[in-house]
């Protein structure tokens, strides 16, 4: 069972900046993909960005151009730079690993402020 912790969630004020991190408990070689969702109050759980194992992305069109998903083998992380935030990208931010099923972390809060 694959584990996955997020980190680096908190209050940003609109056109900051936040980082998120993603731990997993394995090799994430072996995995088809990571990304990361997120779920705001009263809708349904999107996905955000995506990188796949060949290294090639995919983004939400509401996050291209600020939004940046990178993956570090060596320490088994996937990472979501967030710039220029805005009052929308409020949402709990769930990390994924794509390994045939879906493994879900716990998912951390962005809460993003005028």
């Known amino acids: 069972q694959v584990q996955l912790v997020e980190s680096g969630g908190g209050l940003v004020q609109a056109g900051g900046s936040l980082r998120l991190s993603c731990a997993a408990s394995e090799n994430i070689l072996g995995f088809d993909g990571m990304g990361w969702y997120r779920q705001a109050p009263g809708k349904p759980r999107e996905l955000v960005a995506l990188v796949r194992s060949v290294g090639t992305t995919l983004y939400a069109d509401s996050v291209k151009g600020r939004f940046t998903i990178s993956r570090d083998n060596a320490k088994n992380t996937v990472n979501l730079q967030m710039n220029s935030l805005n009052l929308e990208d409020t949402a709990i931010y769930y990390c994924?690993?794509?390994?045939?099923?879906?493994?879900w972390g716990q998912g951390t809060q962005v809460t993003v402020s005028s």
């Open positions: 994924a690993a794509l390994i045939g099923i879906v493994y």
